[in-house]
């Protein structure tokens, strides 16, 4: 009996595996089907949120301090100055992707001279001399003291308002007779204060603020461009062939 009831036993167990081995190719697609709704969902709530917070920045008070920068910024570069930037990781990116809208070229049907702008994120070799001599902390302050003067402007970005390297550079500048303004998020944290000029996104998701601090970049880059040329201070050039 005992033999008997071992091999009922091997046998149902067989069958039970056949059925499942039969039942995982639909349960595998319908798995891969509710994956795939879900990540869409999120792709979508995520697209939201960043036009939310971007329709949140079209009230005059968000738009103020990006008018004030700009009339500050133009001011230091009529009278001879530049605009400084600097940041972290994507927003170091951003600082260098926005000197070079300046210097370079920032609309394509537009050509003119360059506007004087520098990334305080230099090469690798000054980088990593400064943190391996002195420190990364110091970098930026290091830099300004270096290359800054009376009447320059700098733009400092931090998501969190609490970059120990910004704020670093952002009291040095003020010390120094240069106008601060920060691109922050979240409640601006301990640059805010250090800022002549702040716009502040109101979030705490690092990717939103990014996306919201390059929208204003631009759109600040471009007042500064249309302000300058009103003022015939840059010379328009011809079209490159």
């Known amino acids: 009996m005992a033999a008997k009831r071992d091999l009922s036993s091997s046998t149902a167990a067989a069958s039970t595996?056949?059925?499942?081995?039969?039942?995982?190719?639909?349960?595998?697609?319908?798995?891969?089907?509710t994956t795939a709704a879900d990540e869409r969902e999120g792709l979508r709530r995520l697209f939201e949120e960043s036009i939310r917070l971007k329709q949140a920045m079209l009230t005059d008070n968000q738009l103020e301090p990006l008018i004030a920068m700009a009339g500050s910024i133009v001011q230091s570069?009529?009278?001879?100055?530049?605009?400084?930037?600097c940041g972290n990781g994507g927003s170091a990116a951003d600082a260098q992707h926005l000197a070079a809208e300046l210097l370079v070229r920032l609309r394509p049907h537009i050509n003119r001279d360059g506007i004087p702008a520098l990334a305080l994120a230099m090469d690798s070799?000054?980088?990593?001399?400064?943190?391996?001599?002195?420190?990364?902390?110091?970098?930026?302050?290091?830099?300004?003291?270096?290359?800054?003067?009376?009447?320059?402007?700098?733009?400092g970005i931090t998501t969190s308002g609490r970059s120990r390297n910004v704020?670093?550079?952002?009291?040095?500048?003020?010390?120094?007779?240069?106008?601060?303004?920060?691109?922050?998020?979240?409640?601006?944290?301990?640059?805010?204060?250090l800022c002549d000029h702040a716009l502040i996104v109101p979030s705490a998701r690092t990717g939103r603020i990014q996306e919201v601090h390059?929208?204003?970049?631009?759109?600040?880059?471009?007042?500064?461009?249309d302000r300058l040329i009103s003022a015939k201070h840059v010379k328009m050039q011809e079209t490159p062939s």
């Open 125 to 155: 070799s000054t980088m990593t001399a400064c943190g391996n001599d002195f420190a990364y902390e110091v970098l930026y302050q290091r830099m300004l003291c270096t290359l800054g003067r009376s009447g320059d402007v700098l733009l």
């Open 167 to 193: 704020n670093l550079a952002l009291r040095a500048a003020r010390g120094a007779g240069i106008t601060t303004l920060g691109f922050l998020g979240g409640d601006g944290g301990e640059a805010q204060a």
């Open 77 to 85: 570069i009529i009278a001879g100055g530049k605009l400084m930037l």
């Open 214 to 225: 390059i929208t204003a970049g631009h759109a600040l880059m471009e007042l500064i461009e």
């Open 17 to 33: 595996t056949a059925s499942t081995a039969t039942a995982s190719p639909a349960t595998a697609s319908t798995t891969a089907s």
